[in-house]
């Protein structure tokens, strides 16, 4: 299927964050784009952002002088539909409202001529109940872009009910010739993205409300040992508590209420209180001038062992025992069980999604210290460890001060299920895993609708994949057990994959 040709003149309507992103997007491209908005001022405004992005662009060696000013040049503000007739495709981005939206599209099918696509830039509607409306709903996709539109690379191409294959396939192409990584979406509630990375702001709540780790050393720990752009809550502050906080409650209501997808009390109070995050000056962290930075949390040096005992299967702490070699720490290999290391008289062992308390209750294993999931322990900066309530505090530091003499910052979290990375992980997976089984994308479109939506450092089923989804399912299932909530219920495609030793991608 062929994309539009650059000769096609697109029609956005809505100059506001999002419309004058995708109008720069668009006649970055080479398009004619007429830019409509019922506000005249947002015009002007959106045409003063565009220069000032474009100039920047120049500045940085981006761009040519000429090309800036040919993008500008081929921005037409119109100040009635009328004038844009001949537009092939028209891009909404006006208020998130369904009965809005619906007007707005009944106008432009009288407008444009039969051929034209109509496409919707909306971040939560349904694209089968906005198409409803209109005489011809085949030709009404979804195309959702991501803010800001021309730094963003991921477009989700999303079908109604009605949808055509070949309108989906020309959005499609389009969207790649714009410079873009698209992705095929069902219409369904959070599309990809805003319902996939639900889970990495709910984990985050989660351990913060069972008081198990302080806001700062959450953020620190997700950025510095697992690679993700943001913490949790930095991310929740940008964005804006009232924007996060509406797009969760906009997915649990539409999912009938399904307590996988509830909301969090402590982001309610915050969205009570007025403290919206940056944009307010104040959200989970203080960004008045004169505020303190909050500090993470840090253990003091404890002395550590020159010696330790490994299982000779370690597919996921190896990195771990290469810095432990390449600090002088002694590494013997002996047949104990996998993903374990003995120092001294304790036992360092991956969580396995439940507490160590419980793990070391039921195996019998003395002074157990939980450590928590990372990208790559080779690399990461700090390690998250956990105690169990039997071990002493003694064998703790001793545990703790031999991970400090390898280079690792070490912080420590409440004994909870989980840790943190690591059921934030698994639940990613959990939800990308449903949306897969469901049919929303396919597996590929998930993990690139991931890495190119959110800039997560691992698509979360290629991230399953790598953890062994056995792993996967045995995190989930202790969570599942520890907790007894839906929220934790297993995904059936990764129950399924991992009885039976399958893979989201095969084995790597
Ligand atoms: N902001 C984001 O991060 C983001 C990301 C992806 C998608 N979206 C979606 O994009 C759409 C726009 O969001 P935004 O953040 O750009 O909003 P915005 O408030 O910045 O801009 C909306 C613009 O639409 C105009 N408008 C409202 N009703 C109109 C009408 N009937 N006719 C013409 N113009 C009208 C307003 O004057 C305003 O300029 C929404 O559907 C939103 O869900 C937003």
Not at 480 to 491: D, I
């Amino acid at each position: 299927m062929s994309a539009l040709k650059t000769s096609d003149k697109i029609l956005v309507v809505g100059a506001g964050a999002m419309g004058g992103g995708i109008a720069e997007v668009a006649a970055q491209a080479g398009h004619i784009v007429y830019l409509y908005d019922m506000q005249a001022p947002m015009l002007e405004k959106a045409l003063k952002a565009i220069r000032k992005n474009q100039e920047l662009l120049v500045s940085k060696g981006k761009s040519l002088p000429e090309n800036a000013r040919n993008v500008v040049e081929r921005i037409h503000c119109i100040d009635r539909l009328e004038s844009a007739s001949d537009a092939s495709l028209a891009i909404e981005a006006i208020v998130e409202n369904l009965e809005v939206k619906q007007s707005v599209f009944r106008k432009i099918e009288e407008i444009l001529n039969a051929n034209a696509i109509l496409a919707t830039n909306t971040s939560s509607i349904s694209i089968t109940a906005i198409a409803s409306k209109l005489a011809r709903p085949e030709r009404f996709v979804g195309m959702h872009f991501f803010n800001p539109a021309m730094r963003m690379k991921l477009v989700e191409v999303i079908a109604g009910i009605a949808s055509s294959e070949h309108i989906l396939s020309v959005v499609y192409e389009t969207a790649k010739t714009w410079g873009k990584i698209p992705v095929y979406a069902r219409s369904t509630p959070g599309f990809i993205v805003n319902r996939v990375a639900r889970p990495y702001y709910a984990e985050g709540l989660r351990v913060l409300n069972e008081g198990a780790l302080d806001i700062a050393t959450i953020d620190a720990y997700m950025r510095n040992a697992c690679s993700f752009p943001m913490g949790p809550f930095e991310l929740m502050d940008l964005i804006g508590h009232d924007v996060n906080f509406a797009v969760t409650n906009s997915v649990f209501n539409a999912h009938y209420g399904d307590k996988r997808f509830a909301p969090s009390l402590i982001q309610q109070e915050l969205v009570l209180g007025g403290r919206l995050g940056k944009k307010t000056g104040q959200g989970f962290y203080d960004y008045k001038e004169g505020a303190l930075a909050l500090r993470t949390q840090t253990l003091d040096a404890k002395d550590g062992h020159m010696a330790v005992i490994a299982s000779q299967n370690n597919p996921m702490i190896g990195g771990i025992l290469d810095r432990f070699s390449a600090a002088g720490i002694r590494v013997q290999y002996e047949d104990i069980p996998p993903n374990q290391i003995r120092i001294g008289d304790s036992v360092l062992a991956l969580t396995n999604g439940g507490t160590a308390t419980s793990r070391s209750a039921e195996g019998k294993i003395q002074n157990l210290v939980h450590i928590d999931c990372a990208l790559d322990f080779a690399l990461a900066k700090i390690a998250l460890l956990a105690k169990s309530d039997q071990c002493s505090q003694v064998n703790f530091d001793g545990v703790a001060g031999t991970l400090q003499k390898a280079g690792y910052q070490v912080s420590r979290i409440d004994d909870i299920a989980g840790m943190l990375a690591c059921r934030t992980i698994c639940m990613l997976a959990n939800e990308a895993a449903d949306s897969a089984l469901q049919g929303v994308a396919s597996i590929e479109d998930i993990d690139i609708a991931m890495r190119f939506g959110t800039n997560y450092p691992k698509g979360p089923l290629r991230w399953a994949d790598d953890l062994s989804l056995k792993y996967v399912f045995e995190v989930l299932s202790n969570l599942s057990k520890h907790y007894g909530e839906e929220r934790y219920r297993v995904s059936p495609l990764i129950q399924r994959k991992a009885i039976s030793g399958d893979y989201f991608y095969g084995a790597t």
